[in-house]
């Protein structure tokens, strides 16, 4: 009697019918949802957006307790929601940052060594818009051009590829930034189309 009884609660422990697995899809996407939310407060956070952390903070902790209360409600009758559970933390994680990637938040200072192409660098970018100050260095080699840009984390897919394509072999290195009290930011393309038509008006 007793083993059976055991083999009963062990088969309706590890069932997987259909209400159960939508129920553990809702827990997965919730965690997804929450830790990736979470990961940007925090990146927030640290960069001083205390607005942005504020709202932030009300998604996740709202999705979160969506979530654990699910939980904790099924977890005796249901044990694999905890897998789903689990799962869906690990990949808030990955999920969170990637997307904070791709938002780019902040500013970074970019900071260029050149040898010899750095007055061009520097007047490619400022043709675009980007304040750069130089300094004259000393490299291992012989004379370098330090450039240093404050810029947002989002420009750097448009000014690395100013360098490596003015000098391949040009040392950069980026920072955080912390409070910057004035940024230029490259110019505005040409509005065309229907925005070109408000834009007169």
């Given amino acids: 009697m007793g083993i059976a009884e055991t083999k009963a609660g062990c088969s309706m422990g590890i069932r997987l019918d259909l209400a159960t697995i939508v129920t553990g899809l809702l827990i997965f996407l919730a965690r997804v949802t929450d830790v990736s939310v979470g990961t940007m407060r925090t990146i927030s956070i640290v960069q001083g957006r205390t607005k942005t952390a504020f709202f932030l903070g009300l998604v996740e902790i709202s999705v979160w307790l969506a979530a654990i ?14 897998a789903f559970y689990a799962f869906g933390f690990a990949a808030g994680n990955v999920v969170g940052i990637e997307l904070e990637k ?4 902040g500013h970074l200072v970019l900071r260029v060594v050149s040898s010899r192409h750095g007055e061009q660098i520097a007047a490619r970018m400022r043709g675009i818009g980007y304040a750069v100050t130089t300094f004259p260095g000393e490299g291992m080699a012989g004379p370098v051009t330090l450039l240093y840009v404050v810029c ?3 420009d750097l897919k448009c000014l690395i590829p100013i360098v490596r394509s ?13 409070t910057v009290s004035k940024i230029r930011r490259p110019f505005m393309q040409q509005r065309t189309g229907w925005r070109a038509i408000f834009k007169k008006k």
């Fill in 102 to 105: 791709r938002i780019a938040f």
């Fill in 166 to 178: 003015i000098e391949p072999d040009a040392f950069y290195v980026t920072e955080q930034a912390g």
């Fill in 69 to 82: 209360s699910t939980v904790l409600s099924k977890i005796v009758s249901q044990p694999v929601l905890g």
């Fill in 152 to 154: 947002r984390r989002r």
